[in-house]
Nanobody, 116 residues
């Protein structure tokens, strides 16, 4: 029943930046783990980055040093800052939350297209 709404995707040139947002309809303090995934056509969904309370952040090697997770507690929103984007970053990006009550859910996805 908790909703996750993603936004911020779009078209960006290689080397540019985007910030994706994942807004939750409940307090993000109730999220045990928030993960960003992406899926390109014909490929499996890939874990990009994650955040957990007390566990800090983790990043896939392919995005390490370029992508950063941050949060705004007041807005119940988690962000994925994407810098120095590459064409291979093109994918649909999803946020996924594992909640302390044991449930999990996904956002609707937002398309990121990086042009060269």
């Amino acid at each position: 029943q908790v909703q996750l709404v993603e936004s911020g995707g779009g078209l960006v040139q290689a080397g540019g930046s985007l910030r994706l947002s994942c807004a939750a309809s409940a307090s993000i303090f109730s999220i045990r783990l928030l993960a960003w995934y992406r899926q390109a056509p014909g490929k499996q969904r890939e874990l990009v980055a994650s955040f957990s309370w007390g566990g800090g952040t983790n990043y896939a090697d392919s995005v390490k040093g370029r992508f950063t997770i941050s949060k705004d507690d007041a807005k119940n929103t988690v962000y994925l800052q994407m810098n120095s984007v590459k064409p291979e970053d093109t994918a649909v990006y999803y946020c996924n939350a594992d909640w302390y009550n044991g449930s999990s859910n996904w956002g609707q996805g937002t398309q990121v297209t990086v042009s060269s």
